[in-house]
């Protein structure tokens, strides 16, 4: 399977503790796009990647949440001291820079604080 | 980026063409109209993508008008695996190439 990969595809915490989740984008992309969408909503942008460097970060993502692309390969992103509110699927995507660019979604990991 | 407006939901019985319209009044010249699907528990998929006039794949057609304020998305003969949400989104590529997603459009395919 050549597509995007998210893991873990669930997880459930308990408020305050840290979770982390990782995306293997397709190989060759070089741009990764990381999403949250809650339910009846369309996804909201998070943050972005071009190869290893984080090119914008989105409001939505407060001083808890942090991102990394180090080899500019696979992502990490990481929750610290969840929220309910944190609650949420977190979808990754990529896609090769271009005027028109595709994204390829991966499944998402649907994260549940309780 | 361009607003866009699209019904919340519609329903449809197999074996209908079904169209769904798409409003985005405020549409700047360089940018491109691009339609993703998206089913339960999974990420979106792109559908199709177009500029002007009429863009056809083996999926759906998009027809823009010439004033690019709409555009409309054409499933031929659905059945019951197009239920999804589908969403219309509208930006210039090349700029960073964040989608902004609406709400989309729950297409509930009947048999």
């Known amino acids: 399977d050549t597509g995007v990969s998210q893991d873990p595809r669930h997880k459930i915490t308990k408020r305050g503790q840290n979770v982390t989740f990782r995306c293997d984008p397709i190989?060759?992309?070089?741009?990764l796009y990381w999403y949250r969408q809650t339910l009846g909503q369309g996804p909201e942008f998070l943050t972005y990647?071009?190869?290893?460097?984080?090119?914008?970060k989105s409001r939505l993502l407060s001083d808890r949440f942090s991102a990394e692309r180090p080899k500019g390969s696979f992502s990490t992103l990481e929750i610290q001291r969840t929220e309910q509110g944190d609650s949420a699927m977190y979808l990754c995507a990529s896609s090769l820079r271009s005027d028109r660019e595709t994204q390829y979604f991966g499944p998402g990991t649907r994260l549940l604080v309780l | 980026l361009a607003k866009t407006t699209q019904p919340i939901s519609m329903d449809s019985y197999e074996g209908q063409e079904v169209n769904i319209t798409c409003s985005h009044n405020?549409?700047?010249?360089?940018?491109?109209i691009t339609w993703y699907q998206q089913f339960p528990s999974q990420g979106p998929r792109f559908i199709i993508q177009?500029?002007?006039t009429k863009v056809t794949n083996e999926v759906a057609s998009l027809f823009i008008p010439a004033d690019r304020k709409s555009s409309t998305l054409s499933l031929p003969r659905v059945s019951l695996s197009d239920t999804a949400v589908y969403y219309c989104?509208?930006?210039?590529?090349?700029?960073?190439?964040?989608?902004?997603f609406g709400q989309g459009t729950e297409l509930s395919v009947k048999p």
């Open positions: 989104l509208v930006g210039a590529h090349g700029q960073g190439g964040k989608l902004i």
């Open positions: 990647f071009q190869n290893e460097a984080q090119l914008e």
């Open positions: 177009g500029y002007k």
């Open positions: 405020n549409i700047a010249t360089n940018d491109y």
């Open positions: 190989s060759e992309h070089n741009r």
